[in-house]
Structures are given as C-alpha cells and as structure tokens.
C-alpha cells in the first residue's frame, strides 16, 4: 500500500506545476484532496 501511495504522491508532484487550468477551484480541490488522502494512508 506504501509502494501505491508513493507513486501517487509522485504524479501528484509531478502534474501539480502544469497548467491545466491551476487557478481554478476545481483543480485546487482535486490536488487537496489527493494530498489529503495520501495523508490518511
């Protein structure tokens, strides 16, 4: 499970700096909660 949240954590670093629309709410939330869930895990 460890190996799995790594690699996630990975393309979360990797894709948060394009910009596919970052400025927008929707996005921030996504990343958060991406973020936030690797935290419980």
């Known amino acids: 499970m460890?190996?799995?949240a790594?690699?996630?954590l990975l393309i979360v670093?990797?894709?948060a700096p394009l910009p596919?629309?970052?400025n927008?709410?929707?996005s921030w939330?996504?990343?958060s909660?991406?973020?936030g869930i690797l935290?419980?895990?």
């Open 2 to 4: 460890s190996r799995l």
């Open 6 to 8: 790594y690699w996630i």
């Open 13 to 15: 670093v990797a894709l």
């Open 20 to 22: 596919f629309g970052a």
């Open 24 to 26: 927008r709410p929707w």
């Open 29 to 31: 939330s996504l990343l």
């Open 33 to 35: 909660l991406v973020v």
């Open 39 to 41: 935290l419980i895990v």
